[in-house]
């Protein structure tokens, strides 16, 4: 049986991301959507906020070497609103995202990164203000998220943060990722495919 992975816990260094309403075009624009795997979008998230018309360096946060290894993202209100692109979560999860800290997220956009194992959790407008700003003054920091908690630790501080109840419950059972329950419930699954009438036997194919 196939081990299915839990998202208890996510720790690594920060990288702020500031503004309201950042959406999925922002995330990713729709010209680098043209691909038939998401291998390789990673290098174009946050692609026009990030260079000119003539792929000249803007002053982001993804540009900045002290924060290319960072995991965790921080970010504000109403973050990955917009289209429900499914690329949103998927290039920034190829940039090297593992979990992402913000005041509220898009409710399709948070669910997309459910699919991927990443975390979103919660806090309000202080507490994600305070911790924007330790990233930026603190780049090499350890940022610790406890899903099954619900906090986020940085330096002596704590947060109270949320984690909406089915997603925490999804990343702590290890029931995020369908594709590998089914595979780990194959049995299972063919049991059941073979009951039902509709289905034909691949021995008959």
């Known amino acids: 049986m196939s081990e299915i992975e839990t998202v208890e816990h996510v720790s690594g260094s920060g990288v702020p991301i500031r503004g309201n309403d950042i959406d999925t075009d922002q995330i990713i624009p729709a010209r680098f959507m043209k691909v038939v795997t998401f291998d390789g979008l990673g290098e174009y ?59 509220s997220f898009a409710e399709i956009f948070a669910g997309n990164c459910l699919a991927l194992g990443i975390p979103t959790v919660t806090a309000d407008h202080e507490q994600i203000t305070a911790l924007q700003d330790y990233v930026d003054e603190h780049p090499d920091a350890d940022i610790a998220v406890d899903v099954a908690d619900e906090t986020v630790r940085y330096g002596d501080r704590e947060i109270d943060a949320t984690v909406d109840d089915a997603q925490r419950k999804a990343l702590v059972e290890g029931v995020w990722d369908t594709t590998a329950l089914m595979k780990s419930n194959e049995a299972a699954v063919a049991e059941t495919a073979a009951d039902l009438p509709y289905v034909e036997s691949s021995e008959h194919v």
């Open 45 to 103: 998230a946050f692609f026009d906020q990030r260079f000119t018309d003539d792929d000249e360096p803007k002053d982001h946060p993804f540009n900045e070497e002290r924060f290319r290894n960072a995991s965790v993202l921080v970010v504000n209100a109403n973050f990955g609103c917009g289209s429900s692109r499914e690329h949103a979560p998927q290039a920034l999860a190829r940039w090297g995202i593992d979990a992402i800290v913000g005041e």
